[in-house]
């Protein structure tokens, strides 16, 4: 199985994709989390992923790609995977696209979570205060609804019009919702149905 999470901050992504690798025995791969451990490193590349998480900012496509292009690929070769937060515009659309025809890699579907955006403001405050994110701040969190908006949003056309996006609504308790993603995985791919 080969999902992409397209999701807007707080809609739970990090959670349904943590679940639905093991539910489906995949690898997860958090776009967040992989340039968060990038940007560890003592390098210049480091300090401009974290300027831009800090702000809320989309970090350079380049930046991106160069480190989630190769775990992709390595994940599709090896059973599959879980992308969350990527891609987040047209362009890392377009991109991904092209060097997945490249590769000969296909997407079975693109799992849209949706919920209205006061309880993605509430859930993100929340986890501040349990998690103290550095970008979970009430400023920096209304800025990444913002760019989720204008540059992230336009995805969700994008992919409905290929006729793989699934939209389900995120408003729910996660067992729910992950119950509902696995359901309509399985009416999409019989034999796909998780244990
Ligand atoms: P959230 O969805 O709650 O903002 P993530 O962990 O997915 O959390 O992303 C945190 C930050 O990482 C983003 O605000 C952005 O700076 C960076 N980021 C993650 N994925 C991408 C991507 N595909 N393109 C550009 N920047 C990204």
Redesign the pocket.
């Known amino acids: 199985m080969r999902l992409l999470l397209l ?5 739970g ?2 959670t349904q994709g943590w679940v639905l690798s093991h539910r489906l025995d995949v690898a997860h791969l ?4 992989l ?2 451990e990038r940007a560890e490193a003592r390098d210049s590349c480091a300090q401009l ?1 974290r300027e ?2 800090m ?7 380049a930046l ?1 790609l160069e480190v ?1 292009a190769p775990k992709v690929l390595h994940a599709a070769a090896a059973g599959g995977f879980i992308v ?6 047209v362009q ?1 659309a377009e991109v991904a696209a092209d060097l997945a025809a490249k590769h000969g890699v296909t997407v079975d579907a693109v799992v849209y979570l949706h919920a209205a955006a006061e309880v993605l403001v509430q859930r ?1 405050l929340a986890r501040a205060e349990r998690e103290g994110r550095s ?2 701040t009430p400023q920096v969190i209304r800025h ?1 609804l913002d ?2 908006e204008r540059e992230t949003s336009p995805l969700v056309s994008y992919y409905r019009k290929r006729g793989v996006l699934l939209a389900v609504d995120a408003d729910r308790p996660p067992e729910q919702v992950t119950a509902d993603i696995l359901d309509r995985l399985a009416e999409l791919t019989p034999g796909h149905r998780a244990p």
């Open positions: 999701a807007p901050p707080g809609a992504k990090g958090s776009s967040g989390d340039l968060r992923i831009h998480q702000q809320g900012d989309l970090v350079p496509d991106v989630l969350d937060g990527f891609p987040r515009n890392q993100l970008d979970d990444r760019v989720f």
